[in-house]
């Protein structure tokens, strides 16, 4: 299965992404991750990219999709991906169509984790406080960073729903409980998905 997860910075995609991933046997692809390491080696890509993660800008989406194109050019991601953090513009969702279609290729579905804007930055607080699952402190989890991150998504990658919905490709779920119990819902949708793909 070929996916891409959708929902605002805070709503769990990360964890939820790896652990659909294993479920299924596939990569799970984070963008933001592979920007981070790209920083931490020094590279051109890294340097071009760091100026917008600390400032929780979105990196233009040539440098994203030339990463992501990259990142699914290799051999494990031939038979199915869980991309978390990409596309977050329109744009970009267009990029991947064509990079998918150009390697006879189409996404599965794209399934959106749904929660609310007070719940969002409770969660994205306490990431501050406590750091991530790592246990690092991510300097854009900062407040006015947090806020900027949230407008930002609204305005650019909020609008990707309905891309996907039009598509007929959007598949929404609660974001809400505990983290099993949203993999459980995602597995769920999921399922739902293939069966009917099936039939
Ligand atoms: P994330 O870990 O997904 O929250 O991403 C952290 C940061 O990486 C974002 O605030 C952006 O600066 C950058 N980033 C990640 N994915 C993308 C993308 N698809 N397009 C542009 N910038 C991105």
Not at 125 to 136: A, M, N, P, T, V
Request: some cysteine; charged content about 30%.
């Amino acid at each position: 299965m070929r996916i891409v997860l959708l929902g605002p910075p805070g709503a769990g995609k990360g964890t939820q992404a790896r652990r659909i991933a294993d479920e299924l046997g596939v990569p799970a692809i984070s963008t933001g991750d592979l920007f981070r390491a790209q920083i931490r080696e020094q590279t051109e890509l890294g340097r071009r990219a760091k100026e917008y993660l600390d400032a929780g800008e979105l990196v233009p989406d040539e440098i994203a999709v030339t990463l992501v194109s990259d990142r699914l050019a290799q051999p494990d991601a031939q038979f199915g991906f869980v991309l978390d953090g990409f596309p977050r513009t329109v744009p970009q969702a267009d990029a991947l169509g064509g990079l998918l279609a150009a390697g006879g290729a189409r996404l599965t579905c794209a399934l959106e984790l749904v929660l609310d804007e007070d719940e969002l930055i409770r969660r994205l607080s306490q990431r501050r406080l406590l750091g991530d699952r790592s246990g690092i402190r991510r300097e854009d989890d900062e407040p006015q960073i947090v806020h900027r991150r949230l407008a930002i998504y609204r305005r650019q990658t909020a609008p990707l729903s309905n891309y996907y919905e039009s598509a007929g490709l959007l598949v929404r779920i609660a974001a809400t409980g505990t983290v099993e119990e949203v993999t459980e819902r995602a597995i769920a949708a999921l399922r739902a998905v293939a069966s009917r793909g099936a039939g």
